[in-house]
Structure formats: C-alpha cells, structure tokens
C-alpha cells in the first residue's frame, strides 16, 4: 500500500532553516509528481511545492517563491523540501503527498517558525 513518511520538522527562528524529508513506498515512485501540502491551525490545507515524476519541472505557490525548493531522488524514493527565510506564517503542519487514483497524504510534520 502507499505509505509517505514525512520527517525534519521543528522549532526554528525566523530567518531560519529546515529541509524536509518524505519517503515514499508502496508504489512505483519514479512516475509519479509529489507535492507538500501544509495546513496551519484554522486554516485550509494548501499546496506548497510540486515536482514532476523526472524533476525537471517544479512549482512553487507564491508565499514561498524564492525561499523553499522542492526536489526529488528518484532512486532513493524521497522528495524533500528545503526551507530558508522562514517566517513565523509559515509555522503549520506540512504533508507530502502523491495521487496514484486517490490522493494520499502522509501523516505530517510540525514546522513551528517561532523566537
């Protein structure tokens, strides 16, 4: 069955940064395109980043342009998320993510951007 692991969350200042880790399994990870999701207290869950199944094509929602970048390795079955100039709006709940018929969720990781 799929199954997406998210680890690397914390507490960090802002202006800080963290890099987050999502390990896939379950599925044929290579030709699929994963996305991270955060979701923050009272809000709607939103879609952060996304890659393409080769990684040659990314996007970004606009609060994190030019801070947070998303990449993949194909062969160790992981994306990851890498966040610099953290800012305390961007403390919530963050979830890798994968449609494969259904769209599957990991069960998360707490990211608190916080002095």
């Known amino acids: 069955q799929v199954q997406l692991v998210e680890s690397g969350g914390g507490l960090v200042q802002p202006g800080g940064s963290l890099r987050l880790s999502c390990a896939a399994s379950?599925?044929?990870?290579?030709?699929?395109?994963m996305s991270w999701y955060r979701q923050a207290p009272g809000k709607q869950r939103e879609l952060v980043a996304a890659?393409?199944?080769?990684?040659?094509?990314?996007s970004y929602a606009d609060s994190v342009k030019g801070r947070f970048t998303i990449s993949r390795d194909n062969a160790k079955r992981m994306v990851l998320l890498q966040m610099s100039s953290l800012k305390p709006e961007d403390t919530a709940v963050y979830y890798c993510?994968?449609?494969?018929?259904?769209?599957?969720w990991g069960q998360g990781t707490q990211v608190t951007v916080s002095s």
């Open positions: 379950g599925f044929t990870f290579s030709i699929y395109a």
């Open positions: 890659i393409a199944s080769a990684g040659g094509s990314t």
């Open positions: 993510s994968v449609v494969r018929i259904y769209r599957y």
